[in-house]
């Protein structure tokens, strides 16, 4: 029996989310290797948190160091050496006034979940607001302050204000517009008073890699800042060297008062961060308790990962090889009349598929859904997002090289050359149209 059709005898379905009928057995660099042994070129680092790759030999060597000798298994029970210096790494790095504290989890999801919790015990506020297109998690609580299409399964948390994030290429609202809506929320409906937190994707990415408008995010901060409302900046996707800065709100120039890492900052183990003002995160012992979080296997990965960014200079080649790989994109819209707009920022690329570039109309969804089920049959693995179900999203591993982007660049070509021509059936790709 293959390893698809055994994961689909005992993996709950609540928990997959498959794009092609891929089954792995290993990788290696920036390779996937399926079943039977073919390589794949990985295009989307498992939705961001291979950032460094497969097997990197920094991670291997820190993680079976730490492992071999550990350290204990809990923060919570005592201190060790790898997240006592992978918070000290973390406050180094990131930009922000005042003293500070760490919290340490083992996803975006727990990290975004634990803010919401502090902040309300904290502030004695109950009340946040964030945007439509956001993914903050898979928890209750940041389910609940989410604003994607595949997240209305579950109800919005009573108070939440859930704004529209203006997209420069389909502007249903411009930036104007949804400060006008804040303000009048302010003035009525929501006093500022009783709202603890915003949290803002610099880069609303599962939301369809959508750029801010400049100046709007800005904005809102400043709004927010004049009510004593905390601004949360969730750089779990897009964080980390990605976007060509180390920090995706510097893009923005936000300053935030606590900001969120997951993803990346393991490089593929279960690692997430929280840095948040002292008086915040000290807010009283035991209340945001994991007992394996900060475990030093982790946090040895999350070091080495910061290591290799400045070792290997990713910052500035998410820049570079993400201006070549997206120029490459936008070169192909001569050649592909779905190609409406391609957008992001380094190495964090939407492709946003329209069947009329002159409405903005987009595909609709098995259209996306083949192109992905194409490229992977061709070599090439990346998954699509977006309100709509019509953004091709790129997210690879930051040490893609440059031939490696042109082989993506040729692989993503060829399949929607396939799929116009009609190669790719609609019962094909139907079991893999997942949101
Ligand atoms: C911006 C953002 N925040 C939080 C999360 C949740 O992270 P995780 O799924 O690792 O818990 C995600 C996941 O996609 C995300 O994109």
């Known amino acids: 029996m293959s390893l698809r059709e055994r994961d689909a005898r005992v993996i709950a379905n609540i928990a997959r989310l498959r794009f092609s009928p891929l089954g792995l057995v290993g990788g290696a660099g920036n390779r996937l290797i399926e ?26 060597a820190a993680v079976s160091a730490a492992c071999a000798n550990m350290a204990g298994a809990s923060l919570a029970a005592h201190p060790n050496e790898d997240a006592v210096a992978l918070a000290e790494d973390l406050l180094r790095l990131t930009p922000g006034g005042g003293e500070r504290r760490v ?4 996803s975006g999801s727990d990290a975004n979940d634990c803010v919401m919790r502090v902040l309300q015990a904290a502030t004695g506020r109950s009340r946040f607001i964030s945007f439509i297109g956001s993914w903050h998690g898979g928890m209750s609580g940041p389910i609940s302050i989410s604003g994607h299409t595949a997240l209305t399964h579950t109800l919005p948390r009573a108070g939440l204000l859930l704004l529209p994030y203006p997209d420069p290429y389909r502007p249903t609202f411009s930036a104007d517009e949804v400060l006008k809506q804040l303000d009048y929320h302010f003035a009525t409906t929501c006093p500022p008073s009783q709202v603890a937190g915003i949290f803002i994707e610099p880069l609303l990415d599962d939301g369809g890699l959508i750029v801010p408008p400049a100046g709007f995010l800005q904005a809102v901060q400043q709004r927010c800042r004049r009510h004593g409302i905390q601004i949360i900046v969730d750089e779990v996707k897009v964080g980390l060297a990605r976007s060509g800065r180390m ?7 936000l300053e935030p008062d606590v900001v969120v ?19 915040i995160m000290d807010h009283a012992p035991a209340f945001a308790i994991q007992t394996t979080a900060g475990n030093p296997v982790a946090c ?16 500035e080649r998410a820049r570079r090889i993400g201006a070549i790989f997206s120029d490459g994109l ?18 964090a690329v ?16 098995a259209m996306t ?14 998954f699509y997002v977006g309100l709509r179900g019509n953004v091709l999203e790129f997210t690879p591993p930051l040490t893609l090289t440059e031939a490696e982007a042109e082989e993506g660049l040729a692989i993503v070509d060829q399949a929607m050359t396939d799929v116009t021509r009609g190669l790719v059936s609609d019962a094909a790709v139907a079991p893999f149209i997942m949101w």
């Not at 040895?300 to 910052?315: C, F, K, N, P, S």
């Not at 939407?350 to 969804?365: I, T």
């Not at 859904?369 to 990346?382: D, E, H, I, M, N």
Request: glycine share 16%.
């Open 35 to 60: 079943e039977g042994g073919r390589q794949l070129l990985d295009l989307s680092a498992s939705f961001g948190p291979a950032i460094l790759g497969h097997g990197h030999p920094a991670i291997t």
């Open 330 to 347: 936008r070169a192909l819209r001569a050649r592909h009349p779905m190609i409406g707009d391609v957008r992001g920022r380094g190495l």
């Open 369 to 382: 859904a083949k192109v992905v089920y194409r490229a992977y049959q061709l070599g090439a693995v990346f």
């Open 103 to 106: 919290w340490f989890g083992h």
């Open 261 to 279: 890492f997951g993803k990346g900052l393991g490089g593929g183990l279960p690692l997430s961060a929280i840095l948040g003002p002292q008086h």
């Open 350 to 365: 939407g492709v946003d598929l329209v069947a009329d570039r002159q409405s903005r109309e987009p595909v609709p969804v």
């Open 247 to 253: 920090h995706c709100f510097e893009h923005e120039g």
């Open 300 to 315: 040895a990965a999350g070091r080495a990962v910061l290591q290799t960014i400045a070792d290997e200079g990713l910052i």
